[in-house]
């Protein structure tokens, strides 16, 4: 039996704390938001939820900002949770996809990248790694913000970090075996998705790069599907704005956590697992994911796919220190954006966290008045 903390609670969050809160398996979810608005409510909606299934399980919400590491530190070392589901970013993208810009702002907001905001994202995560060490637990955090980068960054500054990421490749390897069920008429059994990618896979398609091969029956089927119709509009449409689809990427964030915990093993796809660049078909159980890889590719190469995938986001590459290096093209874009910044670095990522602040009411200020 376990404890979850849940750190962030907010669109995806809100989906992780409803999971874990009806999963068996699960027995204390502690959760953790920095205002003190809706944390409490949410909690106890969860805690209600669970008891209409059956289930007793114990639920605390706390009010910390982890800004104070020191506050952080002592709530993990008080609480020792198995794992950490992790979603707390200073703004949600979906704040920037819903606002109000004129198509041309718009336009040079997307090729500023998805990147442009890490800052954001890398932001709470260093603050949580950061708290986990001075706590002195050990626990497997799973991060769901932008993990395909912040996770690569943060293993590589702190020696660890998030055992998992969550979403972006997952969501595109469950497309992908529906798409398969539905053209082979085949049952999910003997159906075999093996898809290496990134963030990017998900967002802009199959022009990013990727390694995807299928079997069925242990025959290869690749050929039979077309990955650039499964990852657009099959079977229906998907609006990916609002607060709904962070059911996926909770889901999957949750999946991650229980594998971790339990003792079967679970073979499937996993975002930065141990600091890797991008997501990869895994076996996660018993506290280890390990890469399963299809035989024609080895790790080195899958790596290499994702590394250059990351430039679909803006990113260059990431350094042994962490630091994350924008592409050229990036750097231009958000030049135009009236924010310079060459790469996020560990030691300057509360100004740029602020600084980018400014920006973004700069922007939003400027697409009212057009
Ligand atoms: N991996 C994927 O596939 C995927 C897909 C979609 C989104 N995401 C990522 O998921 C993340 C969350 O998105 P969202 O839409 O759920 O955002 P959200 O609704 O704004 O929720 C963010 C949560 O983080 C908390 N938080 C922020 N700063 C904090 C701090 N200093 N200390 C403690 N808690 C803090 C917020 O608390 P307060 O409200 O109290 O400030 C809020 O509960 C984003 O990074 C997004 O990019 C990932």
Same mark, same amino acid.
């Given at each position: 039996m376990s404890t979850i903390l849940v750190s962030g609670v907010g669109a995806l969050g809100g989906w992780a704390l409803e999971f874990l809160a009806r999963a068996p398996g699960v027995e204390r979810v502690v959760t953790v938001k920095r205002s003190p608005w809706s944390g409490p409510s949410w909690t106890t909606i969860a805690m209600l939820g669970s008891a209409i299934e059956g289930h007793t399980k114990q639920f605390e919400h706390r009010q910390v900002d982890l800004a104070d590491e020191s506050a952080m530190a002592r709530l993990l070392a008080e609480v020792r949770p198995d794992a950490i589901v992790h979603s707390a970013t200073v703004q949600s993208p979906r704040i920037l996809s819903g606002a109000a810009l004129d198509p041309g702002l718009r336009a040079e907001v997307r090729a500023a990248t998805f990147g442009m905001w890490l800052? +954001? =994202?890398? +932001?709470?995560?260093? =603050?949580?790694?950061?708290?986990?060490e001075a706590s002195g637990i050990d626990t497997h955090v799973v991060n769901a913000s932008f993990p395909d980068v912040v996770?690569?960054?943060? +293993?590589?500054?702190?020696?660890? %970090?998030?055992? @998992?990421?969550?979403?972006?490749?997952?969501?595109?390897?469950?497309r992908v075996l529906r798409y398969a069920m539905a053209i082979t008429g085949r049952p999910a059994a003997e159906i075999d998705v093996s898809l290496v990618g990134s963030h990017a896979l998900l967002t802009r398609g199959a022009v990013v790069p990727h390694n995807f091969r299928l079997t069925v029956d242990g025959a290869d089927a690749t050929e039979q599907v077309d990955l650039t119709a499964a990852l657009s509009s099959w079977p229906e449409?998907?609006? +990916?704005? !609002?607060?709904?689809?962070?059911?996926?990427?909770?889901?999957?964030?949750?999946?991650?956590?229980?594998?971790?915990? !339990?003792?079967?093993?679970?073979?499937?796809?996993?975002?930065?697992?141990? %600091?890797?660049?991008?997501?990869?078909?895994a076996i996660v159980g018993s506290g280890t994911v390990q890469?399963?890889?299809p035989p024609t590719l080895d790790e080195a190469e899958a790596v290499a796919i994702n590394d250059r995938a990351a430039r679909f986001d803006g990113?260059?590459?990431?350094?042994?220190?962490? @630091?994350?290096?924008? @592409?050229?093209?990036s750097r231009a874009a958000m030049e135009n954006l009236g924010y310079r910044c060459e790469a996020v670095e560990f030691d300057d990522l509360a100004r740029r966290r602020d600084e980018l602040?400014?920006?973004?009411?700069?922007? @939003?200020?400027?697409?009212q008045d057009a």
């Open positions: 800052p +954001w =994202q890398l +932001w709470p995560a260093a =603050q949580l790694t950061r708290a986990v996770n690569v960054a943060i +293993w590589r500054r702190f020696g660890h %970090g998030p055992s @998992t990421g969550a979403g972006n490749l997952e969501v595109c390897a469950a449409t998907i609006n +990916w704005h !609002g607060e709904i689809p962070n059911s996926l990427y909770a889901g999957s964030a949750v999946k991650n956590a229980l594998a971790l915990l !339990g003792s079967e093993p679970l073979r499937t796809h996993v975002s930065s697992p141990m %600091g890797l660049p991008g997501g990869y078909p890469l399963r890889l990113i260059e590459r990431i350094t042994d220190d962490g @630091t994350v290096v924008y @592409t050229a093209e602040r400014e920006v973004y009411r700069r922007l @939003t200020s400027e697409g």
